[in-house]
Structures are given as C-alpha cells and as structure tokens.
C-alpha cells in the first residue's frame, strides 16, 4: 500500500548571499514574486496538492518568515476596521490553521542534506515532499507539486522534478543519470551532484522538488560532506538508490530558477504577466525599454 504524502519540508536556512545586498536583513525566501513572496507560493502550492504539515527549517535572522504565517493582529484589526475585505483576505485567509505549521532551527548552513535531516523528528515515519521556494514553475492549470503527487500515488517509491538545460549548465546542478523512460517519468540509475560536462549522464537537472521515502533520513544521519563541503542530499539519494525507487518527474509549466538575479527578474515578469490587473501595464512598461 502506498503511504499518501501529507508532509512537506521547507529548507529556508540559506544565507542568500546571492542577493546581497537585499538578503542581508530580508530572507531571501521573502523576496515578492509579482504580489507574493517566494515562500508563500511555495507554501499555497504545498496545499493544492494535499499537503496538510508543513515544517520549515530556518536560520538565523529568519523571524520574517514566522511573521508571515503567523497572524498580524494590528493590521488585520485596522483593515476589518476600515471593512478593506479584500486585502484582509490577502493577509489572513491562506494562512495555515493551528498546529499545522513548525519551525525547526538549522543552526548551521550545512547544505540542503542537512537542512533535511533537521526536519527527522517531524517527519517521522512518513514520505514526505520537499521544496526550495526559489525553484518556481508557473502552471496555472496544475502546480508542479500537485503534478508529482498524482504520479507518486499510482508509483510510490522517490520521485523527482527534473528538467533539462544547456549542457554548459550541468556543473551548476544535481543531474539524473537515466535508466529507462515512461511518459513523463524517467527511473534513475544515479544522481551526480554538479558534475562537468564532460562527465554528466545526462542534461536533466534536479529542480527542487522531491518526494521522498522517510529511510532517506538514516543515511543523511551520516553526516558525510562532499561537494561544496555541504552535505547533500543527491548523495543520500544515491545511497538509497539499491533498495529504494527513484523516477526522475519532466512536468508540465515554465520552469524559473529564481536562485538567479536574472532568473528572478524573469519570474517576475512571468507572473505579472498572468495577472489580469498587471499584465496590461507591464506590457507596455516593457515596450518603453525593449523598443
């Protein structure tokens, strides 16, 4: 029988350095895509596919995020006074209900491997999904989360978003070495993390969502280093892979890496683009610059 997935992991520990110097007070995981932050479409995408805990592993200088989830007493007070509906419901009726929501400390930036370990306790015994909010994929008919699950509930077994990309781009992600192909999933014989081009099996990388089986936590308990000096979870994965069945997922949706400045800038401009109350200005703002 397969164990439904109703847990998810929120690695949001990073420093952000990337962003500098925005992220040095902001998480980056805080920063607006279009109306929202990152965090929040990553968490409202959790929900659409079932997803009912939800554990967040921080860092230091992290309380934004809290805050975000958690209600804003003062505000929602003058916007019910002031009857602005709307925006109250933008501020508190996505919110999580009591007892749904953790947070779990990452008290150092140890890569995501460890990220994940952190979450052990709250993930118990159960499959479970991950998701690093700044991997975005606009699909406004299915989120890509939602997507996985409906593949993972006819296979079981660990299941990873993948998609490809420019072979000169390969050392920048973990890539999926293939095994054999059925529609839209891939089953894995390995994963490399960020090899060189010449060396990558494939140009499909893993693209921030998993759903993985909890025995993943035994071997990320090793605490072994590697790349980067980071523990990671491409390497537990791996370790997995004799006893344990991993597909590689190619969704549906346009995928934004918005780790990047310029892929961020793309994002924004994507989803602005969706919106009926942007999309208009952002057209003609973009024709003043691009001629």
Request: aromatic share 8%; glycine share 8%.
């Amino acid at each position: 029988m397969i164990k439904p997935v109703k847990k998810a992991v929120f690695p949001v520990g990073g420093l952000g350095t990337r962003f500098l110097p925005a992220t040095k007070a902001i998480p980056k995981e805080m920063l607006p895509v279009a109306t929202k932050p990152l965090i929040q479409y990553a968490f409202e995408e959790a929900v659409e596919a079932g997803i009912e805990e939800f554990i967040f592993v921080t860092g230091r200088n992290k309380s934004a995020i809290n805050n975000h989830f958690d209600h804003a007493f003062e505000l929602q007070s003058a916007l019910s006074k002031d009857d602005k509906t709307d925006i109250l419901s933008q501020v508190s009726d996505w919110t999580p209900k009591s007892g749904q929501i953790a947070f779990v400390p990452q008290r150092e930036p140890k890569g995501l491997g460890h990220a994940v370990w952190c979450a052990r306790n709250f993930v118990g015994n159960e499959p479970f999904a991950v998701l690093l909010a700044d991997e975005m994929v606009l699909n406004p008919k299915q989120g890509l989360l939602s997507q996985m699950v409906d593949a993972y509930d006819k296979t079981g077994g660990n299941i990873i978003a993948v998609a490809e990309v420019p072979e000169a781009d390969v050392s920048k992600y973990g890539i999926l070495d293939p095994q054999s192909t059925d529609g839209n999933l891939i089953k894995a014989k390995g994963m490399v993390e960020k090899p060189a081009p010449e060396n990558a099996p494939s140009n499909l990388s893993l693209t921030g969502r998993y759903i993985l089986q909890p025995e993943i936590m035994e071997h990320l308990a090793e605490g072994r280093a590697s790349s980067g000096g980071e523990i990671q979870l491409t390497d537990s994965m791996q370790k997995m892979l004799p006893s344990s069945d991993f597909y590689g997922f190619k969704f549906e949706g346009k995928r934004f890496d918005c780790g990047n400045r310029v892929g961020f800038l793309e994002a924004n401009i994507a989803y602005a683009l969706e919106r009926e109350d942007m999309a208009a200005r952002v057209k003609e703002m973009l024709k003043t610059y691009i001629g």
